[in-house]
């Protein structure tokens, strides 16, 4: 079975530019979820959905960050206007809900903004 | 504040020798507890998970829960070169309907 699968596996734009990040979950899985990884700060959950609702997004940094699930097989995450502090790699992971939320990730997307 | 603890290493094992990777949270109201490795420019991979006390073991990973203490630990038995990678732990609160993970621990095996 295929994982689950993002892109663009890499982004280079300039500061100020709308940049949307993808996500196909695992077929079957019902709760998808975007994380940021840094140095500095670890992996920081930002926000995830269950069975295509927001649950959570306390972890969104700002209001230039926004994410959608239209469906059950596909989520975005825009980051509009974007910032150098942005750069990170952006993982999407996702988990069949329940008791275990044993969550599987996709390959990352590395954002570098200029 | 609901936080994940981890030693970031390196932590440095000779090959063939038992690692032992601990974590700490702070939060009573957890109950889903996970192990994700991480390779040098990969993402996470789930190796194990624990909901109850005591150890659960799959392979050379065993993983040991104290929910009194408010720790979880991943020993792996007979080390390889292959093990050398960052170890996230990773804790769902289930009241908050939350995950937080430590920063990781970074361990090197020795060949």
């Known amino acids: 079975d295929a994982g689950v699968i993002q892109s663009p596996r890499h982004e280079v734009t300039e500061m100020g530019q709308e940049v949307t990040l993808r996500c196909k979950p695992i077929?079957?899985?019902?709760?998808l979820f975007w994380y940021r990884q840094t140095m500095m700060r670890g992996l920081e959950l930002l926000i995830y959905?269950?069975?295509?609702?927001?649950?959570?997004d306390s972890g969104m940094p700002e209001d230039r960050f926004s994410a959608k699930m239209p469906n059950a097989s596909f989520s975005t995450l825009k980051i509009q206007p974007s910032e150098p502090r942005d750069s990170a790699v952006y993982f999407c992971?996702?988990?069949?809900?329940?008791?275990?939320?044993?969550?599987?990730f996709g390959p990352g997307t590395r954002l570098t903004v200029t | 504040q609901k936080e994940v603890e981890q030693n970031s290493g390196p932590l440095s094992v000779p090959e063939g020798a038992i690692a032992s990777l601990n974590c700490t949270y702070s939060?009573?109201?957890?109950?889903?507890f996970f192990w994700y490795r991480q390779y040098s420019g990969k993402s996470p991979e789930l190796i194990m998970s624990?909901?109850?006390?005591g150890d659960k073991e799959d392979g050379r990973f065993t993983a040991q829960l104290n929910k009194a203490s408010q720790y979880v630990s991943l020993l792996i038995r007979d080390s390889q070169p292959s093990d050398s990678a960052t170890y996230l732990c990773?804790?769902?609160?289930?009241?908050?309907?939350?995950?937080?993970f430590g920063k990781g621990t970074r361990l090197h095996i020795l060949p």
């Open positions: 077929s079957g899985h019902n709760s």
């Open positions: 959905f269950n069975n295509n609702v927001p649950i959570d």
């Open positions: 939060d009573r109201g957890s109950q889903s």
């Open positions: 992971a996702s988990s069949f809900s329940g008791f275990t939320y044993e969550q599987y």
């Open positions: 624990i909901y109850s006390n």
């Open positions: 990773a804790v769902w609160v289930n009241r908050d309907d939350k995950i937080i």
